[in-house]
């Protein structure tokens, strides 16, 4: 197990890459890792919201780390998927904010914090370019029941993988060969995140488009479900999936952060294409994703799927619960879904419960993933 925590420090940079709202890029050192990249995030959240990163001046505000191990929810009863996280990404978070603390590597981290609360599986996301070489150590260690049990705490292991647009000039054919075969992997579900991002033009546009085409017919040719990460390039995106995906063909927005309209056009040229909702739904600033909620809830099986896309991402509506903590927590993780599920069914208003809401998006989960 430790091999995993040295080979990531030796071999590859764990990089804060979740839907676009990067990140500052200071970068730390500590034991474990050599390099972990830190970032605030963009989308602004309100004084009663959040900030999920301390900042320079707030070395001290870090909470005690039992407060990661959330009460238990009232929805305990419904398991919980997460269809995306990044786990090691998250796992990096945490130990750069505790450095003596508990877990020592990324099992224990899952063991720790889900075990107990009803997490069913995780879809972890891989989208560096080049890959990280821990993949391979992470997904080979779920590949039995007993190694799932024992070493995930029953947790289901999955994984998805791609190019994030952000890294878009650094695909190659040697990148593609490393997700190939990913894509053989027994517990690999999906390839993604892969799409478009105009927010920070990270990758120049026409080069993310051309990525961005040629990952999809890849996935399509092996007929791999998409994980899809848009922001602020609704035009493009809804052009290219339409020219290089079948319509049939199973797809998850992810973090879905765009106009309504925009989802409404993709819910009805693909009738598999569900819509990703994070705790970005809590945040006052982002009144999209709960109007297409509005709109999918009047439909008779809404296509909402449930994710962290940890580590960040924390529903703000969590804080009610956690009455002892002063100050904020410093990471999201899969166990927080509940309360992700819990503002959804808040907007959904009449007719949907937290359960209800949790129920359709495990349904979905598997519609989409195959995974339950
Ligand atoms: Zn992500
Ligand atoms: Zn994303």
């Given at each position: 197990?430790?091999?995993?925590?040295?080979?990531?420090?030796?071999?590859?940079?764990?990089?804060?890459?979740?839907?676009?709202?990067?990140?500052?890029?200071?970068?730390?050192?500590?034991?474990?890792?050599?390099?972990?990249?830190?970032?605030?995030?963009?989308?602004?959240?309100?004084?009663?919201?959040?900030k999920?990163?301390?900042?320079?001046?707030?070395?001290?505000?870090?909470?005690?780390?039992?407060?990661?191990?959330?009460p238990?929810?009232?929805?305990?009863?419904?398991?919980?998927?997460?269809?995306?996280?990044?786990?090691?990404?998250?796992?990096?978070?945490?130990?750069?904010?505790?450095?003596?603390?508990?877990?020592?590597?990324?099992?224990?981290?899952?063991?720790?914090?889900?075990?107990?609360?009803?997490?069913?599986?995780?879809?972890?996301?891989?989208?560096?370019?080049?890959?990280?070489?821990?993949?391979?150590?992470?997904?080979?260690?779920?590949?039995?029941?007993?190694?799932?049990?024992?070493?995930?705490?029953?947790?289901?292991?999955?994984?998805?993988?791609?190019?994030?647009?952000?890294?878009?000039?650094h695909?190659?054919?040697?990148?593609?060969?490393?997700?190939?075969?990913?894509?053989?992997?027994?517990?690999?579900?999906?390839?993604?995140?892969?799409?478009?991002?105009?927010?920070?033009?990270?990758?120049?546009?026409?080069?993310?488009?051309?990525?961005f085409?040629?990952?999809?017919?890849?996935?399509?040719?092996?007929?791999?479900?998409?994980?899809?990460?848009?922001?602020?390039?609704?035009e493009?995106?809804?052009?290219?999936?339409?020219?290089?995906?079948?319509?049939?063909?199973?797809?998850?927005?992810?973090?879905?952060?765009?106009?309504?309209?925009?989802?409404?056009?993709?819910?009805?040229?693909?009738?598999?294409?569900?819509i990703?909702?994070?705790?970005?739904?809590?945040?006052?600033?982002?009144?999209?994703t709960?109007?297409?909620?509005?709109k999918?809830?009047?439909?008779?099986?809404?296509?909402?799927?449930?994710?962290?896309?940890?580590?960040?991402?924390?529903?703000?509506?969590?804080?009610?619960?956690?009455?002892?903590?002063?100050?904020?927590?410093?990471?999201?993780?899969?166990?927080?879904?509940?309360?992700?599920?819990?503002?959804?069914?808040?907007?959904?208003?009449?007719?949907?419960?937290?359960?209800?809401?949790?129920?359709?998006?495990?349904?979905?989960?598997?519609?989409?993933?195959?995974?339950?």
């Open positions: 197990m430790l091999a995993l925590t040295r080979s990531t420090s030796l071999a590859s940079r764990s990089r804060y890459r979740w839907h676009g709202f990067r990140v500052s890029r200071t970068t730390v050192r500590f034991p474990q890792f050599a390099f972990i990249e830190l970032g605030t995030h963009s989308f602004q959240t309100t004084a009663k919201q959040h999920t990163m301390p900042s320079k001046n707030k070395k001290n505000s870090v909470p005690n780390e039992k407060h990661l191990s959330l238990a929810h009232a929805e305990a009863t419904t398991p919980i998927i997460d269809t995306h996280t990044h786990l090691l990404t998250t796992f990096s978070s945490y130990k750069s904010k505790y450095r003596a603390g508990k877990y020592d590597n990324v099992w224990d981290f899952v063991r720790g914090l889900y075990e107990g609360r009803n997490v069913k599986a995780i879809v972890d996301v891989w989208c560096d370019a080049p890959v990280q070489p821990a993949w391979k150590e992470l997904a080979d260690s779920a590949l039995t029941a007993e190694d799932r049990t024992n070493k995930w705490g029953g947790v289901e292991y999955w994984f998805v993988m791609g190019v994030h647009p952000h890294e878009a000039s695909y190659t054919d040697a990148v593609e060969q490393t997700i190939l075969e990913a894509m053989a992997h027994p517990r690999c579900v999906g390839w993604g995140e892969i799409g478009l991002d105009y927010h920070y033009d990270n990758s120049p546009r026409e080069l993310q488009q051309q990525v085409a040629r990952q999809l017919q890849q996935a399509v040719k092996l007929g791999k479900p998409l994980t899809i990460h848009t922001r602020e390039a609704e493009d995106t809804e052009r290219i999936m339409k020219q290089e995906v079948p319509v049939d063909h199973k797809i998850h927005i992810h973090c879905f952060t765009d106009s309504p309209e925009f989802a409404q056009r993709l819910l009805n040229h693909f009738p598999n294409l569900h990703g909702i994070t705790g970005v739904i809590s945040y006052s600033t982002n009144t999209n709960s109007s297409i909620v509005r999918m809830v009047a439909t008779s099986k809404p296509r909402i799927l449930l994710e962290t896309d940890a580590p960040f991402m924390i529903p703000s509506n969590i804080y009610a619960s956690l009455s002892e903590l002063k100050g904020r927590l410093p990471l999201c993780h899969t166990a927080m879904i509940p309360w992700v599920a819990d503002f959804t069914a808040g907007v959904a208003s009449e007719g949907w419960d937290t359960a209800k809401i949790m129920q359709q998006a495990n349904e979905n989960a598997k519609l989409v993933y195959g995974i339950s």
